[in-house]
T-cell receptor, first 109, second 114 residues
């Protein structure tokens, strides 16, 4: 079974702090996606990384794909209360996506 | 991207009854999926809804419990049959646009079974 291990599971921080979420697997993925989900809504795609070593930036969010394409990280700089939500990594070893268990982020003002 | 709507947005049902959830997409898509998200959990794929043929179910999910229809390229339904409280979850449909497995999700249907 190919699994995506996501850590930490919960994160509670103050506004202005930095944080990193990790997504690891023993398997190689052709691509990895990061999604953010707010309560009562479906997940929203943030980014897709496809090339080993790739780094993508989305405002204060930085996404990195490992050189071996087995892991990825999401770094948020100067977190804001609006960043609060469930962050999910997902990969497709075949045709269907598998999801990590998610990281619940809470940012307090 | 694609705009996806789901009906109903939420429902409270009695044990033993069935509920059909509808998923409508604003454009034609080949791949549509149904997921379940239990409270505080991540997403688990139920099945891939194939247009013109039977859905492809993941391990642990069967057609008798979760029949799926896909009459055309913009619409699908998922029925949760003979419900029990363990079926209380958020049910999400998604579509894949063909670019590197990216999926776009509907807002979800929150189901509570009493």
């Amino acid at each position: 079974t190919q699994l995506l291990e996501q850590s930490p599971q919960f994160l509670s921080i103050q506004e202005g702090e930095n944080l990193t979420v990790y997504c690891n697997s023993s398997s190689v993925f052709s691509s990895l996606q990061w999604y953010r989900q707010e309560p009562g809504e479906g997940p929203v795609l943030l980014v897709t990384v496809v090339t080993g070593g790739e780094v993508k930036k989305l405002k204060r969010l930085t996404f990195q794909f490992g050189d071996a394409r087995k892991d990825s990280s999401l770094h948020i700089t100067a977190a804001q209360p609006g960043d609060t939500g469930l962050y999910l990594c997902a990969g497709a070893p075949g045709t269907a996506l598998i999801f990590g268990k998610g990281t619940t982020l809470s940012v307090s003002s | 991207s694609a705009v996806i709507s789901q009906k109903p947005s939420r429902d409270i049902c009695q044990r033993g009854t069935s509920l059909t959830i509808q998923c409508q997409v604003d454009s034609q898509v080949t791949m549509m999926f149904w997921y379940r998200q239990q409270p505080g959990q991540s997403l688990t794929l139920i099945a891939t809804a194939n247009q013109g043929s039977e859905a492809t179910y993941e391990s642990g999910f069967v057609i008798d419990k979760f029949p799926i229809s896909r009459p055309n390229l913009t619409f699908s339904t998922l029925t949760v049959s003979n419900m029990s409280p363990e079926d209380s979850s958020i049910y999400l449909c998604s579509v894949e646009t063909g670019r590197t497995n990216e999926q776009f999700f509907g807002p979800g249907t929150r189901l509570t079974v009493l």
